[in-house]
């Protein structure tokens, strides 16, 4: 439970432009392959952004509770693109 | 446990920053590197908690090569130089995801008590590094790096870190680094001095002002 929480500590950080990203991509009816792909394209750059920048020390806190940072991005990842594709799910049927 | 550091080599473009590092620290006993700014003390911390890759490094636990970054065995904590609880942190939250109890901490630091539903943000910069420094040393770990734990302190806080480190050592290894010399050798039951890259134990305080950290007479 406690490891959960972490994690949405640091999905959080992410979540408000990632939702945003969702949304265009329901707005141009995008498939849910194109999408999925969007998300690890995006996924990426923030890895690289966040290893390449000061945030790389916001990191540090993650570490000290016994995480790897691949191990969040990619979690970040697999629970992102669920909720994106259940949100694209969502516009297909409106 | 033992805890040794050996054969690091980092270099930043063409200048070496340290070369031929060895530190040995036990269960027990409270570990000090000192050194002058910009000698590569943080350096070495962030590599043996494993955020930073040096060209070369051999960490040995037990007498056994650690391959993986420490930080992902999970039994190291590390208080950096800088704030590293995010902000938006609720300070009771915190204290939950290190394990510690907050019902112990604010009986031993009272002006803290209204503090538990702040955000870590809100904090001044000496209360935030009491508490980073407190999780840091409280939580359940093997091992615990202080990196500068009494910059921005209270007198009083100062006191009482270092009562929590006395208290904490007996369980763990601690490595700690500060210019406030005197407090680090009213603690250390090890020293050693970073200096032209390399480490050298100080066996005689005195040799402190021989190798020019300290001047000469300003310990009596």
């Known amino acids: 439970m406690k490891h959960l929480l972490i994690f949405f500590h640091f999905y959080k950080t992410y979540i408000a432009w990632s939702f945003i990203i969702t949304l265009l991509l329901g707005f141009v009816d995008s498939h849910y392959i194109p999408a999925v792909l969007t998300k690890l394209f995006l996924t990426v750059f923030a890895w690289y952004l966040t290893n390449e920048t000061a945030s790389k020390r916001k990191l540090t ?6 995480f790897s940072i691949q191990s969040l991005f990619i979690s970040m990842f697999v629970l992102d ?3 994106t594709v259940f949100i694209l799910f ?5 | 446990m033992i805890l040794e550091v050996d054969n690091i080599e980092l270099n930043f473009k063409n200048k070496r920053i340290l070369s031929g590092i060895y530190l040995k620290a036990e269960t027990g006993k409270v570990i000090a590197i000192l050194g002058s700014n910009g000698c590569g003390k943080s350096s070495l911390l962030d590599i ?7 060209k070369y490094k051999l960490i ?3 007498n056994k090569p650690i391959l993986k970054p420490l930080y992902k065995t999970g039994f190291i904590k590390y208080l950096p130089q800088y704030h590293f609880i995010p902000n938006g942190m609720v300070v009771k939250s915190a204290f939950n995801m290190f394990g510690v109890s907050w019902d112990e901490f604010a009986s031993s630091f009272n002006a803290f008590k209204t503090y538990k539903s702040y955000s870590m943000g809100k904090l001044s910069g000496g209360e935030r590094r009491v508490i980073e420094t407190y999780l840091a040393l409280k939580s359940k770990s093997l091992i615990t790096i202080l990196d500068e734990p009494f910059s921005h302190l209270a007198p009083i806080h100062i006191e009482a870190i270092k009562t929590l480190i006395e208290e904490e050592k007996r369980n763990k290894i601690v490595i700690v680094s500060d210019h406030m ?10 020293i050693y001095l970073l ?6 134990e100080i066996k005689n305080l005195k040799e402190l002002e021989s190798y020019r950290y300290l001047n000469e007479n300003v310990l009596k």
């Open chain 2, 195 to 200: 200096k032209n890259a390399t480490t050298k």
């Open chain 2, 181 to 190: 010399y005197q407090h680090i050798i009213d603690s250390a039951d090890k």
């Open chain 2, 48 to 54: 043996i908690f494993g955020n930073l890759k040096p």
């Open chain 2, 60 to 62: 040995r636990i037990d």
């Open chain 1, 81 to 83: 693109s669920l909720l």
């Open chain 1, 61 to 66: 806190f993650y570490k000290n509770l016994g």
């Open chain 1, 90 to 94: 969502l516009f297909k049927l409106l």
